[in-house]
T-cell receptor, first 111, second 114 residues
């Protein structure tokens, strides 16, 4: 079982829709969590960190559920420019914080 | 100027050739990483370095070696390239700090091994 799992999608949604992705992780000792965005054939870029209490940045909301070992990303009022692959990243391992990437979830927002 | 740069950006080579990919950063970060990305497989960690004297293997280090020449430079070598090493390679940096290990990526090197 891969340590970090994501539904690859694609999620195909109209502009203005709300869409949510989940990411599950297997290591209960995981310490920190992130969502990255990757445009086609470009480098990943940090979208947001995920805090225990949940956090929001404009149209984006991230949640962490330690009991069930998953994180989520909610995008409200989707824009065409949100079309990308969203990578879940979990730092595992005691003190070393080696990142483990999920395979990504593809989002396509259409007019 | 970009904070993390990679050279070359694209490279086509033949089986058996030695290839070096270079990464430089101006962010002043201690930690540097090399990843490869294959379609549908996400990012896989090849090697990482937490400082100049610290080099560690990642999940797929076979067939690769690295050199950390300075805090700002981290090179990846393929001693004898093979076709299944065709991939997109990313270098990344991060700053030492608990719970704040955000990764900053270079633009990537697209390597094709014929």
């Amino acid at each position: 079982r891969k340590e970090v799992e994501q539904d690859p999608g694609p999620f195909n949604v109209p502009e203005g829709a709300t869409v949510a992705f989940n990411c599950t992780y297997s290591n209960s000792a995981s310490q920190s969590f992130f969502w990255y965005r990757q445009d086609c054939r470009k480098e990943p870029k940090l979208l947001m960190s995920v805090y225990s209490s949940g956090n929001e940045d404009g149209r984006f909301t991230a949640q962490l559920n330690r009991a069930s070992q998953y994180i989520s990303l909610l995008i409200r009022d989707s824009k065409l420019s949100d079309s990308a692959t969203y990578l879940c990243v979990v730092n595992v391992g005691g003190g070393s914080y080696i990142p483990t990437f999920g395979r990504g979830t593809s989002l396509i927002v259409h007019p | 100027d970009a904070d993390v740069t990679q050279t070359p950006r694209n490279r086509i080579t033949k089986t058996g050739k030695r290839i070096m990919l270079e990464c430089s950063q101006t962010k002043g970060h201690d930690r540097m990483y090399w990843y490869r990305q294959d379609p549908g497989l996400g990012l896989q960690l090849i090697y990482y370095s937490f400082d100049v004297k610290d080099i560690n293997k990642g999940e797929i280090s076979d067939g690769y070696s690295v050199s950390r020449q300075a805090q700002a430079k981290f090179s990846l070598s393929l001693e004898s390239a093979i076709p299944n090493q065709t991939a997109l390679y990313f270098c990344a940096t991060s700053e030492r700090g608990a719970f704040t290990d955000t990764q900053y990526f270079g633009p990537g090197t697209r390597l094709t091994v014929l």
